[in-house]
């Protein structure tokens, strides 16, 4: 049998892989799928826990359906958002977009 | 070493590696389809955790519709004249910095944790996790206004996506 270390250092390293996309790609989208990594490694972490400390306890498994849906409705907004910056300055490169800079 | 083990350690292993191509490859329609590696990758892990109906939700709402969705995005973006500068900002070795120290971090409170080698329980007699889950999703004492909460906070998303992305010039 696979041990819960297992899922949780691969958790934790899909998280850092997610976070080093978020902090370091300068594309929008870019950075969209840096969070998509984070949120599945959540979901890991979350199933594994479920699985190996408290079968019979069903809320990892309902935490993992509202992370499902939180996922989706985050990239459909962003998305929209994206589309719209994209229509009205032409790009989405995150350091470009700096009208509140200042 | 069982033969789910080694199952395991291939699984994440090209999880990890498409992870990263995500994140450092220069083109975005590449980035996306290992992303789409990666969350098979994921699927399967779901799979080894017993919770099949989470694979094929992994399956058709990360790859069928948010993955796409992001290929489709990336392809209304698209500015062929300026995509060939770097994809990464000037300040990335201290984003990997940060993120080594985080999971150093991390790793080390894992190692001195005591419940992290346990194995899994065998589930009951007759108990079965994804009947588990329906009932208790759809029952008024279980998770039914968590439930109910995520599905508005869905249509709310897709009413607000509509109008961000509306086109106000005719």
Same mark, same amino acid.
Request: glycine share 10%.
């Given at each position: 049998m696979i041990p819960l270390s297992w899922y949780l250092i691969f958790a934790a390293a899909l998280f850092c892989i997610g976070l080093f996309g978020v902090l370091s790609r300068k594309n929008a989208i870019a950075i969209l799928m840096g969070i998509e990594l984070m949120l599945n490694s959540v979901n890991v972490n979350l199933l594994a826990f479920w699985r190996y400390?408290?079968?019979?306890?069903v809320a990892g498994q309902v935490f993992t359906v509202i992370v499902f849906a939180v996922a989706a409705s985050e990239v459909a907004v962003g998305l929209a958002l994206i589309i719209s910056i994209y229509r009205r300055?032409?790009?989405?490169?995150a350091e470009e977009i700096n009208l509140l800079k200042y | 070493m069982t033969p789910l083990q080694i199952i395991f350690l291939i699984v994440a292993a090209i999880t990890l590696g498409g992870a990263l191509m995500v994140v450092t490859t220069r083109n975005l329609v590449h980035a996306a389809l290992w992303l789409v590696l990666s969350l098979f990758g994921i699927a399967i892990i779901f799979v080894l955790l017993d919770a099949g109906f989470f694979a094929v939700a992994q399956v058709v709402i990360?790859? $069928?519709a948010i993955a796409i969705l992001m290929i489709f995005a990336i392809m209304l973006t698209r500015r062929v004249a300026k995509d060939? $500068?770097?994809?990464?900002?000037?300040?990335w070795p201290i984003a990997g910095i940060v993120t080594l120290a985080l999971f150093g971090g991390l790793f080390t409170v894992l190692q001195n944790w005591q419940q992290i080698h346990v194995l899994p329980p065998s589930f009951p007699e007759g108990y079965d996790p994804l009947q588990q889950l329906g009932v208790e999703l759809v029952s008024p004492n279980g998770y039914l206004i968590p439930f109910e909460v995520a599905s508005i906070l869905l249509l709310a998303a897709l009413i607000g996506a509509i109008v961000i992305a509306w086109s106000k010039t005719k």
């Open positions: 400390l408290n079968p019979n306890f300055r032409s790009t989405i490169v | 990360y790859i $069928g060939s $500068g770097p994809q990464i900002n000037a300040t």
